[in-house]
């Protein structure tokens, strides 16, 4: 059994040959049909992850290595204060070997296009946060405005009527009314992609979208983000990959418990987001609040808010995925 370690990067990935007894393999690899190979890649899911769904196609195993795994076989493996992709690749292999329950690479077709959409609007929305921010600053300077929401078409036609009656020299009123006119398209495109996000996502996951403070477009990076949730056994295992499970930091028999810093950030984010509004609308997690608040604090309510949360989104996407029509595709390697 052979194992290929990859450190991935933005233009280049660095790979790694290792044995079944973790040595490295110098000379060129040459595999017969039939030989298991796995690979095993550093959990830069942005810069790997197409990548890894070739390969996949291709019916070979991938697995994600998280870096923090990684940089312990490093530190275990290679000598003394050594760093390079080549030694980092080494240590993607070693840790998948000594590590057989990590994470599977798999695919959907529809979580792959909704994948796209989801980083599409995040890019999007981006961009027109940055030019909003700078058209705001603009017009807080030279018509002594602060405009309201510009997300929505009141907000656009109020500071638009604005600026084609304020007095202003003629290269002022270009540079803002071109602003405004890019902050109009991107509006539209945006609005564009969340109702393509609202089609897909509907029929893939009603059970999610029942739940207070889950959105279309939260629903959407849910999917993008976990793919199948089988590949979660149990909802703790989610929790400690959304970064909402604490992390124990207790020694000589005291317990203690601290905030997880880490995990995913961007699905911590739908957490966060989905808590404010059922601490909002909510009447069962406006009691658990109250019910903590005395002990925890209102932070220390909201994250246990988070992690109740965690239970709920795993039932409902379990839900959804047994009623999905198709199954993760699977590709063998030819004989």
């Known amino acids: 059994m052979v194992t290929v370690g990859i450190d991935p990067h933005k233009h280049v990935h660095v790979a790694v040959a290792v044995d079944a007894d973790g040595r490295r393999l110098t000379r060129p690899l040459t595999v017969k049909n039939g030989t298991p190979v796995t690979w095993a890649i550093e959990d830069g899911r942005g810069f790997a992850r197409r990548l890894a769904d070739g390969l996949r196609l291709t019916g070979h195993e991938v697995v994600w290595v998280p870096t923090r795994l990684m940089s312990a076989h490093r530190k275990l493996h290679a000598a003394t204060g050594s760093k390079s992709d080549p030694v980092d690749a080494a240590a993607v292999a070693h840790a998948a070997i000594a590590t057989p329950g990590l994470d599977r690479h798999r695919i959907d077709d529809r979580v792959r296009e909704l994948r796209v959409l989801v980083d599409s609007r995040a890019d999007l929305v981006r961009r027109r946060t940055m030019v909003i921010n700078q058209l705001k600053a603009y017009t807080h300077l030279w018509l002594d405005h602060t405009p309201g929401d510009l997300t929505r078409r009141p907000g656009m036609t109020s500071l638009t009527a604005l600026v084609d009656t304020t007095d202003v020299s003629a290269h002022v009123r270009r540079v803002l009314t071109e602003m405004i006119t890019e902050i109009g398209e991107l509006n539209k495109r945006v609005r564009g992609l969340e109702n393509t996000i609202r089609d897909l996502v509907t029929p893939l996951a009603p059970a999610l979208l029942e739940i207070t403070g889950i959105s279309h477009v939260s629903a959407a990076v849910l999917l993008a983000e976990i793919g199948d949730i089988t590949?979660?056994?149990?909802?703790?295992?989610?929790?400690?990959?959304?970064?909402?499970?604490?992390?124990?930091?207790?020694?000589?028999?005291?317990?203690?418990?601290?905030?997880?810093?880490?995990?995913?950030?961007?699905?911590?984010?739908?957490?966060?987001?989905?808590?404010?509004?059922?601490?909002?609308?909510?009447?069962?997690?406006?009691?658990?609040?109250?019910?903590?608040?005395?002990?925890?604090?209102?932070?220390?309510?909201?994250?246990?808010?988070?992690?109740?949360?965690?239970?709920?989104?795993?039932?409902?996407?379990?839900?959804?995925?047994?009623?999905?029509?198709?199954?993760?595709?699977?590709?063998?390697?030819?004989?």
Do not use: C
Not at 247 to 263: N, T
Not at 301 to 316: E, N, P
């Open 231 to 335: 590949r979660f056994t149990s909802s703790a295992k989610l929790a400690r990959y959304t970064g909402t499970a604490p992390i124990p930091v207790y020694s000589s028999d005291k317990e203690r418990y601290r905030l997880h810093r880490g995990g995913n950030r961007r699905l911590n984010s739908v957490l966060y987001t989905a808590s404010i509004v059922q601490q909002r609308f909510h009447p069962g997690a406006r009691a658990l609040l109250a019910r903590h608040e005395p002990t925890k604090g209102a932070r220390g309510a909201r994250r246990i808010l988070k992690r109740h949360l965690i239970d709920v989104i795993h039932r409902a996407m379990a839900q959804d995925r047994a009623t999905w029509q198709h199954h993760i595709t699977q590709h063998q390697l030819a004989a």
